[in-house]
């Protein structure tokens, strides 16, 4: 680019300045309140268009094709600074005092290095470190057999088959299977308000706790251990009404637990006694005995009448009994044996 000669660069701006001052479309004159600040940006010589003009940091204005720029600032003590990318300005700002028209800022292509930082030397090459001899393969360590989980031990089958009855002698009975792999049986007797377990050997005669023992019958099959339970002092101490859990235990075996099943028996117990044949009638007494109960002869183990009434001739039961039967008297609810008499032979 041309540079202009000194005298005419002086008389241009001092043109500019007259311009400025006298031209109310060019530098308007500043209003009422705050500073007018006026003037031209060259770079070389020439004005420079474009260049922004800040106030207190924030853009205000810009500079036209002839380089001038004129901005109003609020505040006595605002500064003018100046900014377009690849110059740097000198001054690089004004700070306002008053009132100014005649600014000249001269703009010169900025240096994008930053001298003060020093040439940073080249780093040394670094020696070529030898290769490494290949490292051997590390053979496979064989994966270690699996642990085989030992499978849990089969569990005992839980007793069943619980059923209630009177002996003949009046005494309150109750049955069930067990498994015939049970070691040992537990019983578990509740009313609601206490509750009593008693521990046995399956094969035992007792089971006891120390507030109640309970002798029972136990008959060992292939399929089953049945057990006959004399539940009179389970009778006695619940009232007659208590629910029945049954546990089986059994080394090896995962043990079993069965429902609880409720048995209710009189209190005291029913009875029928008295039994006697004379006259060609047989008759008996009760005690005790629930209501709605029938009665079955039994004669020689085979039930061979029925009657509700207390007594029963011979010669109803429409079959000859032979000399020498055995007749027996059972009480009967629902099917099932309440209590049975003594045995008499006619």
């Not at 479309?25 to 004005?47: H, Q, R």
């Not at 003590?77 to 005092?97: M, N």
């Not at 040439?119 to 670094?126: A, G, L, S």
């Not at 009638?281 to 029938?294: A, D, I, M, Q």
Request: hydrophobic share 40%; aromatic share 6%.
């Amino acid at each position: 680019m041309k540079r202009l000669p000194l005298f005419l660069l002086v008389a241009i701006l001092l043109f500019s300045a007259c311009c400025l001052a006298a031209c109310g479309e060019d530098m308007p004159a500043p209003p009422e309140s705050g500073y007018s600040v006026s003037g031209i940006v060259t770079a070389d010589g020439e004005p420079l268009a474009g260049v922004t003009v800040l106030i207190d940091a924030e853009p205000a204005g810009s500079t036209d094709e002839n380089g001038v720029f004129s901005v109003l600032c609020p505040d006595y003590g605002s500064i003018v600074a100046f900014e377009k990318e690849g110059f740097a300005f000198s001054p690089d700002s004004h700070t306002v005092r008053g009132d100014v028209n005649d600014l000249h800022i001269l703009a010169s292509p900025a240096d994008e290095s930053d001298p003060d930082d020093p040439d940073i030397p080249d780093e040394p090459d670094v020696p070529d470190v030898p290769d490494v001899p290949d490292v051997p393969d590390v053979p496979d360590v064989p994966d270690e057999p699996d642990e085989e989980e030992p499978e849990p031990p089969e569990p005992l089958s839980a007793a069943g088959s619980f059923f209630s009855y009177y002996a003949p002698d009046g005494s309150a009975r109750i049955a069930f299977a067990a498994d015939p792999l049970s070691e040992r049986i537990t019983l578990t007797l509740s009313d609601g308000e206490r509750t009593l377990s008693l521990s046995a050997d399956a094969r035992g005669e007792v089971f006891a706790s120390e507030e109640l023992c309970l002798p029972f019958d136990a008959e060992l099959s292939d399929t089953s251990l049945s057990v006959i339970l004399d539940a009179d002092g389970a009778v006695a101490l619940f009232g007659g009404d208590f629910t029945l859990t049954v546990t089986c235990e059994a080394e090896g075996r995962q043990s079993s637990v069965s429902d609880a099943h409720a048995f209710s028996f009189a209190f005291p117990a029913p009875s029928v006694f008295d039994l006697s044949a004379e006259g060609g009638v047989l008759s008996w007494k009760t005690e005790g005995l629930p209501e709605g109960c029938t009665f079955a002869v039994i004669a020689n183990g085979l039930i061979v009448a029925e009657t509700s009434e207390t007594s029963l001739s011979l010669g109803d039961i429409g079959t000859t009994l032979p000399e020498g039967t055995l007749i027996a008297l059972a009480a009967v609810k629902d099917g099932s044996f309440v209590a049975v008499s003594d045995t008499i032979a006619i």
